[in-house]
């Protein structure tokens, strides 16, 4: 999905000049990436969700029980490595992830548990990530840096 969402922006005349020929990034500025990862969400979100299950589908010619054609609230693109400490991550694939995020004042979910973790507890947990954390992210699903 995120894919898919990244050959959409590389078309959009906004960020095509941050692309080259085969769609892969070349160049952007930290806004620019900001700014792609909002589409992004918004794209993965309520679009190709929809599609890749129409995919699924078809191919199983049948219909998914508990179809999904967006995804609910509370489940949000995650950045491994902050998109504020690196944003030049802020649109790659292995650096996103779907995690469930709390809905107003309920309890923890698995995007505030992974901020807590990431952090060591030390500091603004949304914005610390140990280099502990960010090595082993980093190795783990082969993120460059």
Same mark, same amino acid.
Request: charged share 25%; hydrophobic share 40%; aromatic share 6%.
């Given at each position: 999905?995120?894919? @898919?969402?990244?050959?959409? =922006?590389?078309?959009?005349?906004?960020?095509?000049?941050?692309?080259?020929?085969?769609?892969? $990034?070349?160049?952007?500025?930290?806004?620019?990436?900001?700014?792609?990862?909002?589409?992004?969400?918004?794209?993965?979100?309520?679009?190709?969700?929809?599609?890749?299950?129409?995919?699924?589908?078809?191919?199983?010619?049948?219909?998914?029980?508990?179809?999904?054609?967006? =995804?609910?609230?509370?489940?949000?693109?995650?950045?491994? $490595?902050?998109?504020?400490?690196?944003?030049? $991550?802020?649109?790659?694939?292995?650096?996103?992830? =779907?995690?469930?995020?709390?809905?107003?004042?309920?309890?923890?979910?698995?995007?505030?548990?992974?901020?807590?973790?990431?952090?060591?507890?030390?500091?603004? @947990?949304? @914005?610390? $990530?140990?280099?502990?954390?960010?090595?082993?992210?980093?190795? =783990?699903?082969?993120?460059?840096?």
């Amino acid at each position: 999905m995120v894919e @898919r969402a990244r050959a959409h =922006l590389a078309k959009l005349p906004s960020f095509k000049h941050c692309f080259n020929e085969a769609g892969e $990034l070349i160049k952007a500025t930290d806004k620019e990436m900001k700014d792609m990862y909002k589409q992004l969400q918004q794209l993965v979100s309520h679009k190709y969700v929809g599609e890749v299950v129409e995919e699924l589908e078809k191919g199983f010619e049948s219909t998914l029980k508990n179809r999904v054609t967006a =995804l609910p609230q509370s489940v949000q693109i995650h950045h491994l $490595l902050y998109k504020s400490l690196h944003p030049s $991550l802020a649109i790659t694939p292995e650096n996103l992830i =779907l995690a469930l995020r709390k809905v107003g004042g309920g309890f923890d979910e698995a995007h505030d548990l992974f901020h807590l973790v990431s952090s060591a507890a030390q500091g603004n @947990r949304w @914005r610390t $990530l140990s280099l502990e954390m960010r090595d082993l992210l980093t190795d =783990l699903f082969n993120i460059v840096k």
